[in-house]
């Protein structure tokens, strides 16, 4: 089983759907709680990021609750949390899930060994990687510009159903533009009447600000909560810059 951990609460999802579509058994792994920061705390050393403490915490959990820990294979982000992939693996191992994989998509591995690590052809999965990718940006920029404001709530079970059918539809290999389309009114109806009066820009760390649970993405949802836009670097851009730096991929990764 492929666990999708790290890339943000939309994208994980979408990504293991992506997965799925391309034949491979994949899940995405729950958000980080404060449980899997205590978990992460124990086992990895503490002059790390937090963010690696949540994605440790978050893999044994999901290692303790499955029911062969070994066969998982985990796929987090390079960058910072690539550096550490080692770090996550022996965490999984003093849980006893020894057999348990951690593999960093990184330029230094190249999204071509991802393919083989995940049983795949090269260029198989980047069209519905990219697709996937692209639909956890506009799912998260659409709750960036929706959900100032004290509606996160409200904003987020809107965004919940969008999902649940980007969902399905990436499974199905369809149209994930027809999602839009259903829900543009539904989604409008909760547009922000006034404009922010702060826009913030979140730079450096890309990940901690899209997974929620995490202490950086909450101290965006916080600032959303008092009215600011805050905008977030996009998982797509994210990606197509690690493949041009790999030289990898065709099409859409290579340009």
């Known amino acids: 089983m492929v666990v999708t951990l ?15 579509s391309c034949g491979i058994a994949a899940e995405a792994a729950p958000c980080p709680t404060d449980e899997a920061l205590a978990i992460g705390r124990s086992l990895i050393p503490r002059g790390h990021p937090c963010s690696i403490h949540y994605l440790a915490g978050a893999a044994v959990l999901c290692a303790r609750a499955a029911r062969d820990p070994g066969s998982l294979r985990f796929v987090v982000p390079g960058d910072r949390c690539g550096a550490y992939a080692a770090d996550l693996q022996r965490a999984l191992g003093a849980v006893n899930a020894h057999g348990a994989s951690v593999f960093a998509v990184a330029p230094e591995r190249a999204l071509d060994t991802l393919w083989r690590h995940l049983g795949a052809e090269p260029g198989e999965l980047e069209g519905p990687l990219l697709e996937a990718l692209s639909a956890g940006d506009v799912l ?56 922010p009066t702060v826009r913030v820009r979140v730079t450096g760390e890309l990940l901690p600000s899209l997974t929620d649970g995490d202490v950086s993405a909450d101290l965006v949802r916080w600032m959303e909560s008092l009215g600011a836009r805050v905008e977030r670097p996009s998982m797509r851009e994210w990606a197509l810059y690690h493949a041009w730096r790999a030289g990898v991929g065709q099409g859409d990764f290579a340009a």
């Open 140 to 195: 998260l920029a659409t709750r960036t510009a929706i959900g100032t404001g004290r509606r996160a709530a409200v904003v987020d079970a809107c965004l919940a159903v969008a999902t649940r059918d980007a969902v399905a539809e990436l499974e199905a290999r369809g149209d994930v533009l027809r999602v839009w389309e259903t829900h543009r009114t539904a989604i409008g109806a909760l547009a922000a009447s006034v404009a």
């Open 6 to 20: 790290g890339w943000g609460s939309f994208h994980d999802v979408l990504f293991a759907a992506a997965l799925r």
